[in-house]
């Protein structure tokens, strides 16, 4: 069974950093696509970045490219997301997930398994 826990959300200044981590067991990632999506009170969860590692495939969200970095440590079967300048709008509970395939598939709906989130609280 796969397992995915986050860890590393906290409240930050405007143009501060953070860095996620997704602890996953049952799974190793290489050929998995997996990543992180965000959801905001009142919205709807969305893509932040995708990977499939065995592809050397990576997909960042137009709004957090150049400011976000996922990266992953193989010997832990941990996967981290960077988050530098952050704005007040990056504010949300951040997910990681991944899905039964390989394929990148930008929709939550695709996404099979979950963690239960780590809130990030961006303030100006």
């Known amino acids: 069974q796969v397992q995915l826990v986050e860890s590393g959300g906290g409240s930050v200044q405007a143009g501060g950093s953070l860095r996620l981590s997704c602890a996953a067991s049952?799974?190793?990632?290489?050929?998995?696509?997996m990543g992180w999506f965000r959801q905001a009170p009142g919205t709807e969860r969305e893509f932040v970045v995708l990977?499939?590692?065995?592809?050397?495939?990576?997909y960042y969200a137009d709004s957090v490219k150049g400011r976000f970095t996922i990266s992953k440590d193989s010997a832990n079967n941990t996967v981290y997301l960077q988050m530098n300048s952050l704005k007040p709008e990056d504010t949300a509970t951040y997910y990681c997930a991944t899905r039964e395939g390989s394929s990148i598939v930008f929709r939550a709906g695709a996404m099979d398994y979950w963690g239960k989130g780590t809130l990030v609280t961006v303030s100006s």
């Open positions: 049952g799974r190793t990632f290489s050929n998995y696509a």
């Open positions: 990977s499939r590692w065995s592809g050397g495939v990576t």
